[in-house]
């Protein structure tokens, strides 16, 4: 049983550790409780895959201890990421935000060369073979697989997080590493869409390119632009996804939150007013609803109408402008909770970072226990930055396992 070595979950960080662990000679064991390997991969960057980013950095990450990446992603940057999928044979290009995937914009092919370089490396996979249980005795670990009892050396646990349970995420990784006297940082969804009190139906799927601020009990605790698509629950796009984990953060901790957005924040206030007098000269007699559209969406400027009370454009004096004006650039809705795990990209929360060494990813409370992956306390915004910190952590655990 020498140097005989057991992952569990065969998702991004399980498979480069293995990888790392494997070209050291080691032994490796992987089990996977779903019947496909690398089943979330598949679905990353909308089946494109965002593999990693060009620009990472330290403020890309958050949990209660964001510098425990620093070791990993001082070891494994974009370059050294770009350099381990190339070996692969996977060429990366940028997309938007420095973004990258593979060329052929297929997450299938990060899945097959990871599985193909594993294999022949020979790594072992157990699928569908769920991990119930790790005990030990003495030096051995035991991992409890439906009647069996398997017996290995070291054991790292990359059985990610709750987000999208129908991938496979589950809470098996925290209750291995609370087994093990593990203390967990609570958890809640992050990129996640949002759900809103106000009724938003009228303007179900209107688009636009705009910012955002949030407010957690009044207070402005972060801003983002980008796509927001107003749905029947509430609001999502990227550029909320960008806000969730603030937001999400907030109601866990039962805070009041409302989000102020601007559907025009290319216009400054005065350049906004400036243009709508202008607007009214042309406005003959034009219902408020009719006179904007043309400008904004029909469906929004309807919704906006019915807050104002003024029917006709004409009849808009200089305080309904200035009334007007408030109502495209601090759209107020008042958040009620997120979409939850369900549909979350990510879930922010894990095993307390202060009890994993940063180097190596083993246990401090329990050795030859590493973890890896999402399971940590590590969560990171959207862009790659997940992606990046799975495979640059699993490479660390992979690495120092052996
Ligand atoms: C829809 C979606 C799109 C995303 N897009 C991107 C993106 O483009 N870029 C990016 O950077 N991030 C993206 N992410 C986030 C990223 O996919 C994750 O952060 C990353 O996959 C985490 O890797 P992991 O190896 O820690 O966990 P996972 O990839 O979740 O793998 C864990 C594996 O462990 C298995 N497992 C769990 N418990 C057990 C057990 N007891 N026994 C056996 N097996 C077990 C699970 O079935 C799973 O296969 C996306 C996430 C989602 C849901």
């Not at 770009?82 to 940028?94: I, P, R, T």
């Not at 991990?131 to 009647?147: A, M, N, P, Q, R």
């Not at 006297?181 to 009724?199: F, N, R």
């Not at 305080?319 to 009620?336: D, G, I, P, S």
């Amino acid at each position: 049983m020498s140097n005989q070595i057991a992952i569990i979950g065969a998702g991004a960080s399980g498979l480069v550790a293995a990888i790392t662990a494997a070209k050291r000679g080691a032994k490796v064991h992987v089990y996977e409780k779903n019947k496909k390997i690398g089943k979330k991969i598949l679905a990353t960057g909308n089946g494109r895959c965002n593999v990693t980013n060009k620009n990472i950095e330290l403020s890309n990450y958050h949990g209660l201890n964001p510098s425990f990446v620093n070791p990993s992603l001082n070891r494994f940057n974009a370059s050294t990421c770009k350099a381990f999928f190339g070996d692969l044979g996977v060429e990366l290009v940028e997309g938007q935000r420095g973004r990258l995937y593979p060329r052929s914009l297929q997450s299938s092919c990060i899945v097959e060369l990871l599985v193909y370089e594993c294999k022949r490396l020979g790594v072992e996979f157990f699928l569908e073979c769920e991990v119930k249980k790790i005990t030990k005795k003495g030096d051995i670990f035991s991992l409890h697989v439906d009647d069996k009892s398997l017996h290995v050396n070291r054991v790292l646990v990359a059985t990610g997080g709750l987000a999208m349970p129908t991938l496979g995420s589950c809470d098996s990784g925290y209750e291995f590493a609370k087994s093990f006297g593990h203390s967990m940082v609570a958890t809640h969804p992050s990129l996640v869409q949002l759900v809103c009190k106000e009724d938003l139906k009228a303007i179900s799927g209107v688009k636009v390119e705009g910012s955002i601020e949030v407010y957690e009990d009044g207070q402005n605790k972060t801003y983002a632009s980008g796509d927001i698509l107003f749905t029947n629950y509430g609001i999502s796009g990227s550029a909320i996804l960008d806000i969730s984990r603030v937001a999400s953060h907030s109601l866990l901790y039962k805070r009041a939150l409302h989000v102020k957005i601007d559907l025009l924040p290319e216009y400054s206030k005065e350049e906004l007013k400036n243009l709508l007098k202008k607007r009214q000269k042309h406005s003959n007699g034009k219902s408020v609803a009719l006179w904007l559209d043309g400008f904004i969406n029909s469906k929004l400027s309807k919704f906006i109408e019915k807050s104002l009370h003024v029917k006709s454009a004409d009849e808009l004096n200089n305080k309904e402008l200035t009334k007007l004006v408030y109502a495209l650039k601090n759209m107020t809705l008042h958040v009620n909770d997120t979409k939850g795990f369900k549909t979350a990209e990510v879930t922010a929360g894990g095993v307390n970072t202060d009890e994993v060494n940063s180097t190596t990813m083993e246990s401090k409370l329990q050795a030859g226990l590493y973890f890896s992956g999402e399971v940590l306390d590590i969560d990171a915004d959207c862009g790659g930055y997940n992606l990046h910190w799975a495979w640059a952590s699993g490479m660390s655990a992979g690495k120092a396992i052996i």
